[in-house]
């Protein structure tokens, strides 16, 4: 079941978010032109240790490198890291798979261009998708899915901070029973 806070939480939860919010704010990004593989290949090495321990399989496919592009390295590595993690989390949660054996899931990384020349940082699951009930508060603070002790809720409510402080957006598209495609675009 989704948890989401009571009213009478919501007064306490509002507080240390804003100033999450605004730490975020605050924080001069650190903007540099990088190549965005590289980005993700640091996320993605971050999660490895993760992926291997639970049996997913977590590939960045291989395309026409995406020419640099400006952004903050370390934000967009979390951002990227906080999808990954939930992408993983996602496909564990599918107990029945498991238990039939099945392998335990795929994860498909993208990098790739916008036709403004911007790029585009594409991260799939094939887990068991988002219910059209939950998607519309995926990126709200404090919103999750997940047992108590083990999700926050606030893995995409920072990601899409830190992507909006970029001047970029995030996307998703799911397919439930089938995957989830998050998708996240960063101008030029
Ligand atoms: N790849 C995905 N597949 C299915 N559901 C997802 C996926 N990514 C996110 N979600 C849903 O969105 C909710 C919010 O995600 P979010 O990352 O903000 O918080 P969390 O993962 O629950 O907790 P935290 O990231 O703080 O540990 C999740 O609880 C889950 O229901
Ligand atoms: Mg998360």
Do not use: Y
Not at 17 to 43: G, M, S
Not at 95 to 104: S, V
Request: aromatic letters at 2%; a positive charge.
């Amino acid at each position: 079941m989704p948890r989401t806070p009571s009213t009478s939480q919501k007064k306490w939860i509002v507080s240390p978010h804003d100033a999450a919010k605004a730490e975020t704010l605050r924080r001069a990004l650190r903007i540099t032109p990088a190549p965005p593989e590289d980005t993700v290949r640091r996320a993605l090495e971050c999660a490895a240790a993760l992926m291997e321990e639970r049996g997913v399989r977590a590939e960045l496919a291989v395309g026409a490198r995406v020419p640099a592009v400006p952004h903050d390295t370390d934000q967009l590595q979390q951002v990227v890291l906080n999808l990954l993690v939930n992408a993983e989390q996602a496909i564990e949660s599918q107990a029945a798979r498991r238990a039939a054996g099945e392998a335990l899931g795929h994860i498909g990384i993208r990098t790739g261009r916008t036709a403004e020349g911007g790029v585009v940082l594409e991260v799939c699951d094939d887990g068991p998708g988002i219910p059209a009930e939950v998607a519309s508060r995926i990126f709200d603070p404090f919103f999750t899915t997940k047992p108590p002790g083990q999700g926050t809720g606030l893995g995409l409510a920072i990601a899409q901070g830190i992507v909006t402080d970029h001047g970029g957006r995030i996307e998703v598209t799911s397919r439930p029973g089938r995957g989830s495609l998050f998708r996240v675009v960063v101008p030029r």
